[in-house]
C-alpha cells in the first residue's frame, strides 16, 4: 500500500515538522503540568513548614509565659497578675485554633485539645476566691506535664512536615523517572523521523545544489535541470532564467569594456603623441612654465593609459582569455623600474618611499607582477597625505616569496574591509591624485595574483597607520630547485 504524501517541499517539511514535534509538544506538556503541580505542592508544603515551625515557638513561649505570671500570681495574689493571666490563657488557646488545620491534618488534635483544656483548668484554679496555697501548688505542679504534652506536639508536628516532605521527594523522584524514559523514548523515534524526511528532501535538495555548484562553475554555459517537488522544479527554472541573463549581462559587460577602452586608446594615444612632441621641441622650445605643464599632461595621460589597461586586462581575466608567461626574474629590479615611474607623483605628494626589498629572483608572469606592483603603489599614493611615507617588502620563504605594501594613509574602514577587492567597489575615503579611479585596480590585483595560486590580504597590523597589504605567491619551480641543490 502507497501512503499518499504532499508533493510539494514546503508540504513535506511541515508533515515531518509535526510528527516529529507532537510526540516532543506532548512531553512538554506533561512536564509542565508535573512541574507545576509539584511547584504548588513544595510551596504549600514550605508555607506549611514555616507556620508550624513559627507556631510551635510561639505555643512554647506563650506557655512559657502562663506559667511564670501564673507563679507571680501564686506570691502576690494582685488582681494586675490575674488579668495578665487570664490573657496569656486567650493568647494559647487563640495559638491553638490557628494550629488546628494543621493538627488535624497530623492527627494531633485531641493532643492540642488536651493543651488548652489543661491550661483553661489552671487558670481556673488560680481564679478561685479562696483559693489555698495547696491549691495554687497543686496548679502550678500541672505545667510540667502541660510543657511535655506541647514538646510531643511540636514532634508529631515536625514528623508529619517531614513526612510530607518525603513523599514530595518521591512523587519528584518518579516523575524524573518518567521523563527519563520518555527522553529514552523520543531520542530514537525522533531520529528515525528526522532521517526519515531528511532523506525524503536530501534528494532534490542535492539536485538543486547541484544546479547551484554548475551554475558557478560552468561559466553559465551549461543548461540547468532539477526534476523533484513542483516548487524546486519551479526554482529550477527560475535558476535557468537567471543563468540566461546573468550570460547576456556578462557577455554585455565584457563588450561594452572592450569597446569603451579601445575607443579611449585612439584619442589618448594622439594626446601622449602630440604631448611627446611638445616636450621634444619640434614645434618650438616651450618655456619653463609651459614644459611643466605639458609635463603634467603627459604623466597624467600615463594614468589614464595604466586605467584603461587596468579596464582590459579586467574584461580579459572575467572572460579568462588570458594566460600566464612565466619567467624568471628579479624583484628588485621590477620594484625599482615601478618606483621610478610614479616618482613624479611621489614627489608631488612629498611622500616618501621606502623600499625593504631582498635582492632575489622570482618566477612569475613580469608583466602581470608589474601590474600588481603599479596599482598598489599608485593606490597607495592616492590615500598617503602629504609628507607620509610608504614602504615596499619583498622577502623570500621556503616555499613562496612575499609582497608587502604599508602607508601611513587613513586605512581603511573596518566595514569596507571585505569588499576592497570588489570590481568597481570605491570606498567613502576621499582619493588624493588629479585622476580618480575606476574601483578595479584592486581586484585587477586579486585576479593577477590568484592566477598565480597566491593570495592577498589586508593585514590588521599596528605597523602602518594606514593599509597594509600581503601578497605570498607560491613558488614552485624554486622550491624544487633548491631541494635539488640541497640534495646534490
Same mark, same amino acid.
Given at each position: 500500500?502507497?501512503?499518499? =504524501?504532499? =508533493?510539494?517541499? %514546503?508540504?513535506?517539511?511541515?508533515?515531518?515538522?509535526?510528527?516529529?514535534?507532537?510526540?516532543?509538544?506532548?512531553?512538554?506538556?506533561?512536564?509542565?503540568? %508535573?512541574?507545576?503541580?509539584?511547584?504548588?505542592?513544595?510551596?504549600?508544603?514550605?508555607?506549611?513548614?514555616?507556620?508550624?515551625?513559627?507556631? %510551635?515557638?510561639?505555643?512554647?513561649?506563650?506557655?512559657?509565659?502562663?506559667?511564670?505570671?501564673?507563679?507571680?500570681?501564686?506570691?502576690?495574689?494582685? !488582681?494586675?497578675?490575674?488579668?495578665?493571666?487570664?490573657?496569656?490563657?486567650?493568647?494559647?488557646?487563640?495559638? +491553638?485554633?490557628?494550629?488546628?488545620?494543621?493538627?488535624?491534618?497530623?492527627?494531633?488534635?485531641? +493532643?492540642?485539645?488536651?493543651?488548652?483544656?489543661? *491550661?483553661?483548668?489552671?487558670?481556673?484554679?488560680?481564679? $478561685?476566691?479562696?483559693?489555698?496555697?495547696?491549691? @495554687?501548688?497543686?496548679?502550678?505542679?500541672?505545667?510540667?506535664?502541660?510543657?511535655?504534652?506541647?514538646?510531643?506536639?511540636?514532634?508529631?508536628?515536625?514528623?508529619?512536615?517531614?513526612?510530607?516532605? /518525603?513523599?514530595?521527594?518521591?512523587?519528584?523522584?518518579?516523575?524524573?523517572?518518567?521523563?527519563?524514559?520518555?527522553?529514552?523514548?523520543?531520542?530514537?523515534?525522533?531520529?528515525?523521523?528526522?532521517?526519515?524526511?531528511?532523506?525524503?528532501?536530501?534528494?532534490?535538495?542535492?539536485?538543486?545544489?547541484?544546479?547551484?555548484?554548475?551554475? /558557478?562553475?560552468?561559466?553559465?554555459?551549461?543548461?540547468?535541470?532539477?526534476?523533484?517537488? !513542483?516548487?524546486?522544479?519551479?526554482?529550477?527554472?527560475?535558476?535557468?532564467?537567471?543563468?540566461?541573463?546573468?550570460?547576456?549581462?556578462?557577455?554585455?559587460?565584457?563588450?561594452?569594456?572592450?569597446?569603451?577602452?579601445?575607443?579611449?586608446?585612439?584619442?589618448? @594615444?594622439?594626446?601622449?603623441?602630440?604631448?611627446?612632441? +611638445?616636450?621634444?621641441?619640434?614645434?618650438?622650445?616651450?618655456?619653463?612654465?609651459?614644459?611643466?605643464?605639458?609635463?603634467?599632461?603627459?604623466?597624467?595621460?600615463?594614468?589614464?593609459?595604466?586605467?584603461?589597461?587596468?579596464?582590459?586586462?579586467?574584461?580579459?581575466?572575467?572572460?579568462?582569455?588570458?594566460?600566464?608567461?612565466?619567467?624568471?626574474?628579479?624583484?628588485?629590479?621590477?620594484?625599482?623600474?615601478?618606483?621610478?615611474?610614479?616618482?613624479?607623483?611621489?614627489?608631488?605628494?612629498?611622500?616618501?618611499?621606502?623600499?625593504?626589498?631582498?635582492?632575489?629572483?622570482?618566477?612569475?608572469?613580469?608583466?602581470?607582477?608589474?601590474?600588481?606592483?603599479?596599482?598598489? +603603489?599608485? %593606490?597607495?599614493?592616492?590615500? !598617503?597625505?602629504? /609628507?607620509?611615507?610608504?614602504?615596499?617588502? @619583498?622577502?623570500?620563504?621556503?616555499?613562496?616569496?612575499?609582497?608587502?605594501?604599508?602607508?601611513?594613509?587613513?586605512?581603511?574602514?573596518?566595514?569596507?574591509?571585505?569588499?576592497?577587492?570588489?570590481?568597481?567597489?570605491?570606498?567613502?575615503?576621499?582619493?588624493?591624485?588629479?585622476?580618480?579611479?575606476?574601483?578595479?585596480?584592486?581586484?585587477?590585483?586579486?585576479?593577477?595574483?590568484?592566477? $598565480?595560486?597566491?593570495?592577498?590580504?589586508?593585514?590588521?597590523?599596528?605597523?602602518?597607520?594606514? *593599509?597594509?597589504?600581503?601578497?605570498?605567491?607560491?613558488?614552485?619551480?624554486?622550491?624544487?630547485?633548491?631541494?635539488? @641543490?640541497?640534495?646534490?
Amino acid at each position: 500500500m502507497k501512503f499518499p =504524501r504532499p =508533493r510539494s517541499l %514546503n508540504g513535506l517539511i511541515l508533515v515531518g515538522f509535526g510528527l516529529v514535534a507532537l510526540p516532543l509538544l506532548l512531553a512538554v506538556l506533561w512536564a509542565l503540568f %508535573n512541574l507545576d503541580r509539584l511547584a504548588k505542592q513544595s510551596e504549600q508544603l514550605v508555607f506549611t513548614g514555616v507556620a508550624a515551625a513559627e507556631n %510551635n515557638r510561639l505555643l512554647t513561649e506563650q506557655v512559657g509565659s502562663l506559667e511564670r505570671v501564673a507563679r507571680q500570681y501564686q506570691v502576690l495574689r494582685n !488582681t494586675d497578675s490575674l488579668q495578665l493571666l487570664r490573657q496569656d490563657l486567650e493568647t494559647v488557646e487563640a495559638r +491553638l485554633g490557628e494550629m488546628a488545620p494543621l493538627t488535624e491534618l497530623a492527627g494531633a488534635t485531641p +493532643l492540642a485539645a488536651s493543651i488548652g483544656r489543661g *491550661a483553661r483548668r489552671i487558670v481556673v484554679t488560680l481564679e $478561685h476566691d479562696n483559693l489555698t496555697n495547696a491549691e @495554687a501548688q497543686t496548679a502550678i505542679s500541672e505545667f510540667a506535664p502541660l510543657r511535655r504534652r506541647v514538646t510531643e506536639l511540636t514532634t508529631i508536628l515536625t514528623a508529619y512536615i517531614d513526612t510530607r516532605l /518525603g513523599e514530595l521527594q518521591e512523587s519528584t523522584r518518579r516523575a524524573q523517572r518518567i521523563s527519563a524514559w520518555q527522553v529514552a523514548a523520543l531520542v530514537p523515534g525522533t531520529l528515525i523521523l528526522v532521517l526519515f524526511f531528511t532523506l525524503l528532501v536530501a534528494r532534490p535538495i542535492r539536485q538543486l545544489d547541484s544546479a547551484i555548484g554548475q551554475l /558557478g562553475e560552468s561559466g553559465f554555459a551549461k543548461p540547468i535541470e532539477v526534476k523533484g517537488p !513542483t516548487d524546486l522544479e519551479r526554482l529550477g527554472r527560475q535558476l535557468e532564467w537567471l543563468r540566461v541573463r546573468l550570460l547576456e549581462l556578462a557577455q554585455e559587460k565584457n563588450k561594452f569594456l572592450r569597446h569603451m577602452s579601445h575607443e579611449l586608446k585612439t584619442p589618448l @594615444a594622439n594626446i601622449r603623441e602630440g604631448t611627446e612632441l +611638445l616636450l621634444d621641441g619640434t614645434v618650438g622650445e616651450l618655456e619653463k612654465p609651459q614644459r611643466e605643464v605639458t609635463d603634467i599632461l603627459r604623466t597624467n595621460g600615463l594614468k589614464l593609459q595604466q586605467l584603461i589597461e587596468n579596464l582590459l586586462s579586467f574584461s580579459a581575466w572575467q572572460t579568462k582569455s588570458e594566460v600566464l608567461t612565466l619567467s624568471d626574474f628579479p624583484i628588485r629590479a621590477q620594484v625599482i623600474a615601478i618606483a621610478k615611474a610614479q616618482r613624479l607623483a611621489l614627489k608631488a605628494a612629498n611622500i616618501q618611499l621606502r623600499l625593504e626589498v631582498e635582492d632575489i629572483i622570482v618566477n612569475a608572469d613580469r608583466d602581470k607582477i608589474r601590474t600588481v606592483l603599479d596599482n598598489l +603603489l599608485s %593606490n597607495a599614493i592616492k590615500f !598617503t597625505p602629504k /609628507g607620509g611615507f610608504i614602504t615596499i617588502r @619583498a622577502s623570500r620563504t621556503p616555499s613562496s616569496f612575499v609582497l608587502e605594501f604599508g602607508d601611513t594613509g587613513p586605512g581603511i574602514p573596518e566595514e569596507e574591509s571585505p569588499r576592497i577587492f570588489e570590481a568597481f567597489f570605491q570606498g567613502r575615503r576621499e582619493q588624493g591624485g588629479q585622476v580618480a579611479g575606476t574601483g578595479i585596480g584592486l581586484s585587477v590585483v586579486l585576479e593577477c595574483i590568484q592566477a $598565480h595560486g597566491g593570495s592577498v590580504e589586508l593585514v590588521d597590523s599596528n605597523e602602518f597607520t594606514g *593599509a597594509h597589504f600581503r601578497i605570498d605567491i607560491p613558488q614552485k619551480r624554486v622550491a624544487a630547485q633548491q631541494k635539488m @641543490a640541497a640534495n646534490a
